[in-house]
């Protein structure tokens, strides 16, 4: 069964779910952490950055991300490598080639999702972090009749064009295909925590909660993992009622 822990703030759930990530570096020799990118884990990445100042190191740690656009260079404003070299990367002893993100300009889209999935099994994730989209997407396996399992190319959804516009000066811009690690590699990690915040989230995560399984919702396919947590804020929890289930508010102690 899903776990959930709900916090008054998304401040205090994004130092909760970052004394765990710092208890999983301290405690493994090498641990792998599958990241995602997005407006959900950037307090997350800066409260990693302010640990790795107070003496947290990562100098062991391997990253491996779930997604990026394609046709974005990596020092493209907008693609994922380049979000995680500002938020996180730059900013901590992590050596470049302990981190992975696909590669958005390979000129051979099936190789190079072929070449991530091996990335993925000479690395199985310890934690795996996600956001969710408004349309209960993960990473990008968007809401489809059927989801597919590996690392594959996905033409983002209408409403997912349509919220990235934020971070494009003109919709013409917003990259419309995305490599993505599929929902089984997603479902290999050894814990997953999905992170959600704000009300305009609470839609989807009841949807991910259902008890229903389905395609339309990927984030559905969660329930099925024995070691899920999901992080939530107060307004992020406010549809769990829907599901008889009362957000009761975590103190910060895991
Ligand atoms: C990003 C990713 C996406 C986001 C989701 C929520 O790497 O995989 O699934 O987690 O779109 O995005 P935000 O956090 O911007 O609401």
């Given amino acids: 069964m899903v776990k959930i822990r709900t916090f008054e703030t ?7 779910v970052a004394a ?3 208890a999983l570096i301290t405690a493994h020799e090498h641990p792998v952490l ?18 790795h100042h107070q003496g947290l190191h990562f100098s062991h740690v391997t990253t491996v991300n779930l997604d990026e656009y394609v046709g974005l260079s990596a020092d493209h404003p907008q693609s994922y490598r380049r979000f995680m070299y500002d938020h ?3 900013h901590i002893d992590i050596s470049p080639e302990q981190t992975f993100v696909p590669n958005g ?16 099994e000479a690395h199985p994730i310890d934690l795996q972090i996600l956001g969710i989209g408004h349309n209960g997407h993960i990473g990008f396996n968007e809401p489809d009749q059927a989801l597919q399992t590996k690392t594959h190319v996905v033409r983002l959804a209408e409403d997912t064009i349509v ?3 934020r971070f494009f000066s003109r919709l013409e811009d917003v990259p419309t295909q995305a490599i993505t690690m599929g929902i089984q590699s ?8 999905l992170m959600a915040f704000g009300s305009d989230k609470a839609a989807a995560v009841r949807r991910a909660l259902s ?14 993992h024995p070691q899920v947590t999901f992080v939530l804020d107060a307004e992020a929890a406010v549809e769990m009622k829907m599901l008889g289930r009362d957000p009761i508010y975590s103190a910060l102690e895991p």
């Fill in 10 to 16: 998304a401040q205090l759930a994004t130092v909760y």
């Fill in 20 to 22: 765990i990530i710092e």
């Fill in 186 to 193: 997603i479902l290999q990690a050894k814990a997953i925590i």
């Fill in 88 to 90: 996180l990367f730059s």
């Fill in 211 to 224: 008890g229903e399984v389905s395609t339309s919702v990927p984030a559905s396919f969660l329930q099925m």
């Fill in 105 to 120: 300009q390979a000129v051979d889209l099936a190789a190079e999702c072929a070449r991530y999935d091996k990335i993925l």
């Fill in 34 to 51: 599958g990241l995602a990118t997005g407006s959900t884990p950037v307090q997350l990445y800066r409260q990693l950055v302010e640990f």
């Fill in 163 to 165: 919220a990235n516009t």
